[in-house]
């Protein structure tokens, strides 16, 4: 028998799938669960048959090797903690007495214990409920899910490979208990983990997996030498065990750096890397090492984060410089497909032209399946597949639809003045302070005020044809006079008109610009049962009409006192949308960037003396590794600059951003040059403002008073003693009172009390300052 060449063998596989279903059943099936208008058998057989269509899904497309335990409720990260017991004290007594209410405990909490902390995953929009541990954590394993998800799949004849969380990751993404000292490192407990690792490791091979996946993309991040040989020591130790499964360790959203040495040094069987853009130095990395002799290799060629289809000539010629790189190379999506929507042939109102163009999670895995058939047989098997893909790549190459002349002449023509403001920022402040004639301690809003029941049935009203465009735009200008004659009586300093009239702050604008599409069913997992639907940047972004400025101008007219613009920046657009991938991020952003500009510059006109451009994306989409900050921070600043620097000198630019944590960004925020900037800042206490002190921020700013994320009143010391802090860091003269975020989520009695007495106590510190008595 002769040797056959390596890649026969090859595999089509993908780490993870949409879990919701077509129509969002999942959603529906965990929230009538939630409200006792469901069994859980019921939301259990739900649950089961979304597993089944999903692996059939991927069978049907050609996928060879399926994942298992990728499905969940409410989150990986979540089931990870289940499985290996980590159970914070509070919740044990709910998981103790039900494990399924025990688990919906830890995630959304009760009345009386508060859910896990949740953050985001990586750079993506999707949010993992993050592992508390402390020196106390006492592991235990409980492969009870994985094991069950495994058996399913081989019951229905699958390959399939269950996937976990790594141990690595998972350390590295948990966070120190409440109470447990700060400087704790989960990584401490890393050999205590290990064998909880080893017993489901175990568990699965003894219920038939071949294979085991461990999702270790923490490792693409800028790592510590320590860290580095903790990995090792993992998966050395891991690796040691003789009745455990093979072992593949994927990593993606970036390279692996030295991470990619440590790991090939260790006897894990695979390991799986991303190859797409800023991963692909992966490549040269592994040529460097000699490739990844005797063991298996698997290629994730096909962005498994954007929404388009991939080019196949290009991933081919990756995957032939692979083959002579591992023993076996097996070809996947760069990530899981938990990131993309489900079906892009659901997209009817999708122009034909463009929706071609388009791969969501059932494409991206006939894309995979393809790819390792043409590695398998020849790039002639996929003659057909080859040609249709060419001929789409082309037809969005030359499309009138991407490309707009008019936007592309005028990036082009941008120039370094057009980025910077025309006077300097203490120039513009004494202008500022004299159009303006604000008192010290200014009070504000951060834009949005509740969005009531009324407002969302006016929405639903308009769409369903119960009442027209007139009667639509009659109601949001009551909701603006309401708000606007609230913020008047209760003395607030700058107004804002409230953004009755936005649904979403980065789909509001979307919908406006061109070169911004819509889904229909394009539904994304955000948390648990929230699913977003992000507009998705197809083409040159130019705004053919004013977006706000008739509801601006319109709250302007109601009030003598000053209203301020409110807009979402070019960041921000760019960091909720999916972006295309036909050219660099930052070109995106200059388009969008011009495109605001014209709106900054048409609300000035119309009277409007303080404009907000909001960024709270501008650090959530800082790249993984700190070498490509500088870059990133470099286009996202100039960004805001271009949208907010055609302004005269006595027009005040705000920014906002939604976190406290800023160490990394306070450089670019200075350089965006904005005048004034509103930060959350009331749960840690003003620390915000200590350390804008510390770095010398020159400017105004408003560290939050009022922690919006609780529909708790502040009380009028609780606000002034934050402000004398506040005062403690930054002097009267560019301090702001303000609330943490904008308030679209809060109640209008919550609302009104605590804006009274913000201002109350703005006006109690204000007759503390000296140069009030002096
Ligand atoms: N202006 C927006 C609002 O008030 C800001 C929201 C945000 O920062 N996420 O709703
Ligand atoms: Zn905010």
């Not at 007495?97 to 909490?109: H, K, P, V």
């Not at 057009?418 to 834009?447: F, K, M, N, V, W």
Request: with cysteine; aromatic share 6%; charged share 25%.
């Amino acid at each position: 028998m002769t040797a056959k060449p390596v890649a026969t063998a090859a595999r089509a596989t993908v780490y993870g799938y949409p879990r919701q279903g077509q129509n969002r059943e999942l959603k529906k099936a965990v929230e009538s669960y939630w409200k006792g208008r469901a069994t859980a058998d019921a939301l259990r057989e739900t649950a089961a048959g979304l597993r089944r269509s999903r692996w059939q899904e991927l069978v049907d497309a050609g996928i060879h090797e399926v994942p298992t335990g990728d499905f969940s409720y409410y989150d990986h990260v979540l089931d990870t903690s289940v499985m290996v017991g980590a159970v914070p004290a509070r919740h044990r007594a709910a998981v103790g007495g039900d494990a399924l209410d025990g688990y919906f405990a830890m995630a959304r909490g009760t009345q009386d214990v508060a859910p896990l902390e949740m953050t985001k995953w990586f750079d993506t929009n999707y949010h993992y409920l993050v592992p508390e541990l402390g020196p106390d954590t006492v592991f235990a394993s409980d492969s009870t899910k994985q094991v069950a998800e495994l058996k399913e799949a081989l019951a229905l004849g699958h390959t399939p490979r269950p996937v976990l969380v790594g141990p690595l990751t998972y350390l590295l993404l948990a966070k120190p208990a409440p109470g447990v000292v700060a400087d704790f490192e989960p990584l401490s407990l890393l050999d205590r983990l290990l064998p909880v690792y080893a017993e489901v490791l175990a568990d699965l091979r003894a219920a038939g997996a071949e294979w085991v996946q461990l999702d270790e993309p923490a490792l693409v991040q800028d790592r510590t030498p320590a860290e580095l040989s903790a990995a090792v020591r993992a998966y050395r130790d891991l690796g040691r065990a003789t009745d455990r499964p093979k072992l593949l360790v994927a990593s993606y959203f970036d390279r692996l750096g030295d991470a990619l040495k440590a790991l090939a040094a260790t006897p894990v069987e695979g390991l799986a890397l991303d190859f797409t853009d800023s991963a692909a130095a992966n490549l040269d990395d592994l040529a460097a090492i000699g490739g990844l002799p005797g063991k298996r290799l698997v290629a994730g060629v096909v962005n498994g984060r954007n929404v388009w289809i991939n080019d196949h000539q290009k991933s081919l010629a990756t995957l032939a410089t692979l083959l002579g790189l591992a023993d076996r190379v097996d070809v996947a999506a760069s990530c899981s497909l938990l990131h993309v929507p489900l079906d892009a042939t659901a997209e009817r109102d999708i122009e034909p032209q463009i929706r071609r163009w388009l791969a969501f999670a059932r494409q991206k895995s006939t894309e995979v399946a393809t790819l390792a058939r043409g590695l398998a047989q020849g790039t002639g098997a996929i003659a057909a597949e080859l040609a249709a893909n060419r001929a789409d790549l082309a037809s969005r190459a030359g499309s009138a639809l991407t490309r707009d002349p008019a936007v592309r002449a005028r990036t082009a023509a941008i120039t370094d003045t057009d980025g910077r403001r025309s006077q300097p920022y203490a120039e513009r402040s004494a202008a500022q302070r004299a159009h303006l004639g604000l008192p010290l301690l200014p009070t504000t809003t951060i834009g949005s005020f509740p969005q009531t029941g009324g407002l969302r049935a006016s929405r639903a009203d308009l769409r369903a044809g119960r009442i027209d465009t007139a009667g639509y735009e009659g109601r949001i200008e009551d909701e603006i006079r309401e708000v606007i004659s609230f913020q008047e009586k209760t003395g607030i300093d700058v107004l804002v008109h409230g953004e009755p009239e936005r649904n979403d702050m980065v789909q509001y604008f979307a919908e406006q610009l061109t070169g911004y599409i819509a889904t229909q069913h394009g539904w994304v997992q955000s948390y648990g049962t929230r699913y977003v639907r992000p507009p998705v940047l197809a083409g040159d972004v130019s705004r053919p009409e004013p977006m706000t400025v008739r509801w601006t101008t319109y709250a302007q007219s109601q009030t003598s006192r000053p209203v301020k613009g409110m807009l979402t920046g070019p960041v921000t657009m760019l960091a909720w949308s999916f972006v295309r991938d036909d050219q660099p991020l930052g070109d995106t952003a200059r388009q969008v960037a011009l495109a605001l500009r014209d709106e900054v510059n048409d609300l000035e006109a119309a009277g409007t003396p303080v404009i907000q451009v909001d960024e709270p994306a501008l650090r959530e989409t800082l790249p993984l590794r700190a070498a490509d900050h500088p870059a990133y921070l470099a286009w996202a600043t100039e960004c805001f600059r271009l949208t907010t620097s055609g302004v005269r000198p006595d027009t005040q630019i705000h920014t906002h951003m939604c976190y406290a944590e800023f160490g990394d960004v306070v450089r670019a925020i200075d350089d965006l040059d904005a005048d004034v900037i509103s930060l959350e800042a009331a749960r840690s206490h003003m620390q915000v403002a200590d350390e804008l002190a510390e770095h010398g921020y020159p400017r105004e700013a408003g560290p939050g008073v009022w922690d919006i994320h609780s529909p708790r009143v502040p009380s009028v010391d609780e606000v002034a003693v934050l402000l004398r802090k506040g005062l403690d860091a930054i002097p009267a003269e560019r301090l702001w009172v303000n609330p943490d975020c904008g308030l679209k989520t809060r109640g209008w009695p919550e609302t009104r009390a605590s804006l009274e007495n913000l201002v109350a106590a703005a006006r109690t510190v204000r007759e503390e300052l000296p140069a009030h008595n002096g």
